[in-house]
């Protein structure tokens, strides 16, 4: 009885191990996809977001001392 209680014990200490594993790879993958969205979005958005503080450094610059 006791060696069944042990042998099971193991295998879950197995599976949690597995799934750790696994874990790691699902964050990674998530991370990876995040950084690939996030240079699409710099890409897109970047003339955007350089006009816009062209036009704040030209109304800063036109304002009277």
């Known amino acids: 009885m006791i060696d069944?209680?042990?042998?099971w014990a193991l295998s879950l200490k197995a599976r949690a191990s597995e799934e750790r594993g696994q874990d790691l790879v699902e964050y990674s993958a998530i991370?990876?996809?995040m950084a690939v969205a996030i240079v699409a979005g710099l890409a897109i958005f970047t003339p955007f977001i350089n006009n816009f503080f062209?036009?704040?450094g030209?109304?800063?610059g036109n304002?009277?001392?």
């Open 4 to 7: 069944r209680i042990v042998v």
């Open 31 to 33: 991370a990876g996809l």
């Open 54 to 56: 062209t036009g704040l």
């Open 58 to 60: 030209t109304w800063l």
């Open 63 to 65: 304002l009277p001392p």
